[in-house]
């Protein structure tokens, strides 16, 4: 059955510190690859997706997500973070069926 | 923006009162989803709709069901709410051919 990893409950860092959440799959077949941002008392919002194309997908706040296929693995980054980026990020996987398989989320923590 | 909207966005009901939640779009999306949110356990799949009078179970269908009579609407009946239900819901919908979803502001759902 596939399944979704995200290792770290939660992810503290500096302000204007890397960012780096960790997300790893289990699939058999081609797959395409989420994150999701939750901010407090909000609803998830898409943040970045991979359907096909190139592997290093970016979003608008300055995000990135490479989808490394060999090592099963699509790690959010952002190599300067801030106070604005706290939030619960959640990856996703779906192997083209109209479902998505969650993450169990990560809540990146911003310290000034 | 999808063009989901839930109601009611908050609620108070009493152990063993039956309860309806409602999802509408606006944009004629076939698939749409009801998903629970709770601390430490993510986003869990209750049931989704692929079509009118469509839906299947999702991990978590026990002590719920669902209806799709209108492709706008997608409504999610707790029969009898027990104290376990008490949640944060979140209605979804799958934009055809693309597979990422998008969600709604979500309801907040507390049994006493």
């Known amino acids: 059955a596939q399944s979704v990893t995200q290792l770290d409950s939660q992810v503290p860092v500096f302000e204007e510190a890397p960012v780096e959440l960790r997300c790893n799959y289990s699939s058999s077949v081609s797959v395409y690859l989420f994150w999701y941002v939750q901010y407090p008392n909000q609803g998830l919002q898409l943040l970045l997706k991979?359907?096909?194309?190139s592997t290093l997908v970016e979003s608008i706040n300055g995000f990135e997500a490479e989808f490394k296929k060999s090592e099963t693995s699509f790690h959010l980054t952002k190599p300067s973070a801030h106070m604005s980026d706290a939030a619960e990020y959640f990856c996703a996987v779906s192997e083209g069926d109209y479902q998505l398989i969650w993450g169990a989320g990560t809540k990146l923590i911003i310290k000034p | 923006d999808a063009g989901i909207t839930q109601s009611p966005r908050h609620k108070v009901t009493e152990t063993g009162t039956p309860v309806t939640l409602r999802c509408h779009q606006t944009?004629?999306?076939?698939?749409m989803y009801w998903y629970r949110q709770d601390p430490g356990h993510g986003l869990r799949l209750i049931h989704y709709s692929y079509g009118v009078k469509d839906t299947d179970k999702g991990e978590v269908s026990d002590g719920y069901s669902v209806s799709r009579s209108k492709t706008e609407d997608f409504l999610l009946t707790l029969e009898s709410a027990t104290s376990s239900q008490t949640s944060v819901y979140f209605c979804?919908?799958?934009?055809?051919?693309?597979?990422?979803?998008?969600f709604g502001p979500g309801t907040r759902l507390t049994v006493t």
């Open positions: 979804a919908i799958s934009v055809a051919s693309m597979y990422e979803q998008y």
């Open positions: 944009e004629n999306h076939r698939y």
């Open positions: 991979y359907l096909s194309g």
